[in-house]
């Protein structure tokens, strides 16, 4: 998702040459409740700034949280995922 933004010509003319359109993500997950809501969109949102601070355009997971409902599935790592 994050390449496919970058890719995308947004702006046209001579005024918007060079210019570049960059992407950072927040990834959390969530396991089904309200409350495992709120704090998965907590989780994304720490990770997004992290992401910035850390050099931008770019995708930053979240943790995985320590109070998984049992029997959940854990959190793939970046590794994991296809990101295209």
Request: overall charge positive; glycine content about 10%; hydrophobic content about 40%.
């Amino acid at each position: 998702m994050r390449g496919a933004i970058q890719n995308k010509v947004m702006l046209q003319g001579p005024r918007y040459a060079g210019l570049r359109c960059m992407v950072t993500v927040g990834v959390s997950h969530c396991f089904g409740d309200e409350a495992s809501l709120e704090r998965a969109m907590q989780d994304a949102d720490a990770a997004l700034y992290r992401g910035k601070h850390a050099g931008r355009n770019r995708v930053e997971w979240a943790s995985p949280v320590a109070d998984a409902p049992p029997g959940s599935a854990p959190m793939k790592a970046e590794a994991d995922v296809a990101l295209t």
